[in-house]
Structure formats: structure tokens, C-alpha cells
DNA sequence: AAAAGTAGTGGACATAATCCACCAACGTTG
DNA sequence: CAACGTTGGTGGATTATGTCCACTACTTTT
């Protein structure tokens, strides 16, 4: 088995993880590998910073308390655009706030097929908590100046928004 | 109906999500929020457009068979890096390409421990592929102009190199 | 009032990701 | 050289995520 090490090394052997000596090939140019790879590190991040928050762990909880703070009467099916995940999970989110005690469902006054959505008061002390941990998550990137980090976040904001305003199909674009 | 609907409609049922109506509260200043959610879009779209290939299905398989292509011989560890990912997890990605016949481990020549990447001439036919899709995915951004597109891709690739090569950043600044 | 569409829920399933333990091999240090 | 700590890769177990589809209740359209 070993024999076959008589070979000389592939050049790939030597490669270490820096820009200098990686070639992302067509990955370089693909705005798709670099929101995979920083939401992987990010998530990483946050799910530390909030381990000992249990009502909210799980991806989309904070966004929904947020929201359903900033918006009280908001409906699952605006909160499931805007988390940009189907509506399935979205309820299941939504029922992990309401069996942890922080949000509460009632039937809508304008559409008895939606649901109003509000915090109880737990849940508005939690939205301050995780505001508070939201802001502190900044430092993890904390070697960007503000400069820096209004670079990255307004493009993606901007897009972000034609997403959530266009109807994105899946695979099919416009040509 | 034992719900009683004989309050007035709250505030947040009228909302809908437009960037208008809806206030992501801190969010709207976070990185990560929008990371996450376009990480979203961008994978569903991605699945679409690669459903018909099966092998490469799953999210780290087209960087590990293109970072393979590009460097014959890298180590495992190094495309975990990379891929920000587990070990394991890549482990496993890798398993995925080996049984699909597109990637083979050798031991590495110069670290016996280690492991060598390969194609094989199959994974050199799907990473031509991969390269043409991965292309075409560019029109998922189609409303992008080029100057946008870049402008949202520059600050992220110098973000991703700073958390590669300096992973756990706690506090100390590049330069 | 029938038909078509929408809002939310729930089940079943498939991936993805983490955690932890393990073994083999490296490379120091004395 | 031999014991030690470290690194590279693998595997098992468990949990979290995300998708697909079906179903009920209600609303809107015609």
C-alpha cells in the first residue's frame, strides 16, 4: 500500500487555507459561495452567543420575536416572506415562541383564515434580550470598521428586498 | 370560536412585506440577517438548477469537486477550511463524491495521515458541468448590473479570507 | 352557490450539522 | 528511542433544518 507514496506529491498536497494559495476556480466570481460559507460561520457565532437563551434557539425564532415586536398583529404568512422560508416551517417556529410562552396567536379580525400574531410579556422582555445580543454580535466582526461593514450589508440589503418584493422563482429567470 | 374578535384590528395586520411596511428592527443594521436569508433564496435556487445531477446534489459537494479540479492532491482539512465546515461533515461530502465515482483519497505522500484528492476523469466531466451551471446561476441576480453585482461580492470575499485565515477573531485587527 | 384561490396546520421524509469518541501518524522533548 | 501531546481523518449518535404534500377553513371570484 504504501509503495504507491514512491510518486512525487501532487501540487495539491502543499495547499494551506489562504487566498494566496487557494483558487476558488468559477467560485470566485459566485456570490452564492461566499452567503454559504459566512452564514455557516455567522450561524456558528450566533448560536453561541445564545446558547443559554433556550425559548430561541433555532434559526428563524429571532427574527419572528422582532418582528412580531416591532408589528404586533403581523400575519405567519408575512413573517414566512420575510425569513424567506415556507410557511410550514414557519409555523413550527411560531409554535416553539407560543409553547415557550412568548407569543401568542389569535385569530385575526380582518381574515378569520390568518392569525394575529403578539408577544405576551415575556416575550417583549426576551425581544429586549435578543436585541441587546443582537447588537453585541457585531463584534464578531469586529476587525471590519463601520465603513466596511455599511459595504457589505447595503448591497445585500437592497438585494435582499428584490427578492422578498419579486416573485423569485426558483430556477427559472428572467432572460 | 371561542376567540373573541371584537377588538379592533392591530397595527401589524395590515403589514405586508415590502420594505416599506415591514421594520426589521435591528436586523435591518445586521449582517448576519441577510446573510441567512439570502443563503436561503440562493440554495433554493441552486437545488433547482442541479436536481438533474444527482451525484453533486447537497451543499458542499460543487466546492469540494471544483477545489478538488483546481488542486489535485489537496487535503481534506484544508477544503474543511475552505468550506467552513466539520471535518466530518466534509468527510462525509467526500464519501458522497467517492461512491458517485467522481473523486478518489489517496494517502498523501507527504503525511500518511493525511489524505490526497483526486478526480477522476468522471469528476473532471462534472466539475465542466458544475462550472457551466454554477455560470448560469449568475442569472438568479439577473436585475444585477455587473458594477452591483461586485459591489456585493468584493466586501464579502474580503470578509470570508479574514474569517478563513483567522478563525475565532476576538478583538485584533488586520492590516 | 359553485369554483378557485389563500392562510395555516400537520405528517412524513430527506438533509444538514453538531458532538463526541476513536485510531493512526506526526514531531517534540527529554 | 519512547512517551507525550497534537493533528488528520473516520464513524456513531443525536438533533436541527428544510421540503413536499395533503387537508381544513375561510375568502374571493364568477
Not at 448560536?47 to 415586536?69: M, N, Q, S, Y
Not at 455599511?150 to 423569485?168: D, M
Amino acid at each position: 500500500m504504501e509503495t504507491e507514496n514512491l510518486n512525487a506529491p501532487a501540487p495539491g498536497e502543499a495547499v494551506v487555507a489562504t487566498p494566496e494559495s487557494i483558487d476558488l476556480d468559477v467560485l470566485d466570481n459566485t456570490l452564492s459561495f461566499y452567503l454559504r460559507a459566512l452564514n455557516m460561520a455567522v450561524s456558528r457565532d450566533w448560536d453561541v452567543r445564545i446558547k443559554d437563551l433556550h425559548p430561541i434557539r433555532g434559526i428563524g425564532k429571532v427574527t419572528a420575536l422582532l418582528l412580531v415586536g416591532r408589528h404586533p398583529g403581523i400575519r405567519p404568512s408575512v413573517v414566512a416572506q420575510v425569513l424567506m422560508k415556507d410557511r410550514s416551517e414557519v409555523g413550527r417556529v411560531l409554535d416553539g415562541l407560543e409553547t415557550s410562552g412568548l407569543l401568542a396567536r389569535r385569530i385575526s379580525a380582518t381574515d378569520s383564515r390568518a392569525r394575529a400574531l403578539f408577544l405576551t410579556p415575556q416575550g417583549e422582555e426576551m425581544a429586549d434580550e435578543v436585541r441587546r445580543r443582537v447588537r453585541e454580535s457585531r463584534r464578531f466582526f469586529g476587525d471590519l470598521t463601520e465603513a466596511e461593514y455599511v459595504a457589505a450589508i447595503t448591497p445585500l440589503r437592497s438585494l435582499y428586498w428584490r427578492l422578498v418584493t419579486k416573485p423569485r422563482a426558483a430556477g427559472s429567470e428572467v432572460h
